[in-house]
C-alpha cells in the first residue's frame, strides 16, 4: 500500500496541480505576459493564493510533527539573481516551469519548445554549479537562516501576516478593477 500510495500520490497530486492552474487560467501565456503588464492580476492572486495555504499546510505538519523544517542556506546574492533570470525568462517565455508543463498537458506547442530552454538552462546550471558555487553562492550568505529565527516572531504570526497581507492586497486589487469596469 505505502509503495502504491508513494507512486500515484504525487501523480494524483500533479494532476491536481495541473487541473487548478488550467482552471485557475494561468496556462495561458496572454495572462502572464498580461500580468508583467499589470493588466490581469490572476497569476498574482492564484499564486498568493497557493502560497497562504501551502503556507498554512507546512505550518500545520510542522505542529503536528508530521513533518520538519530542512532550511537551506540563504544565499541572497544567488536568489537575487536567480530571480532577475526567473522574471526575465518568465516575461520572454510566457510561462514559469509549472504553468509551463500545464500549458504543454493542453497541447501548446510553443510551450512544449519553450521548455526545452528550461532545460538547457537547468543543464548550464549544472555544468556551472562550481564556478557559482565559489563565486555567486559564497557572496552575501547567511546560512541556513528563516525570518522567525531573525526576527524572534513565531511561525503562526508570519503565517497570519501574510494571509491577511495577501487578502488586503487581493481586495485592493478586485476593488480597483470594479471601479474601471
Known sequence: MTTMLAIF?????GGAFGFLLQRGKVTSCNVIEN???????TVLKVMGTAIVVGG????????????KYHVKDANMLGVALGAALFGIGMAVYGYCPGTALGAIATGSIHAAIGALGM???????????DWLKAHVLSVWKLGKVR?????????????????????????WIESRSAKRA
Open 119 to 129: 532545460v538547457a538552462g537547468a543543464i548550464l546550471y549544472a555544468l556551472s554549479f
Open 56 to 67: 498554512i499546510g507546512v505550518l500545520l505538519l510542522i505542529d503536528t510533527g508530521s513533518a
Open 35 to 41: 500580468q508583467f503588464r499589470l493588466r490581469d492580476f
Open 147 to 171: 525570518l522567525p529565527d531573525l526576527t524572534g516572531i513565531p511561525d503562526g504570526v508570519w503565517f497570519a501576516a501574510l494571509a491577511i497581507g495577501a487578502g488586503l492586497f487581493f481586495w
Open 9 to 13: 500520490g504525487p501523480l494524483l497530486m
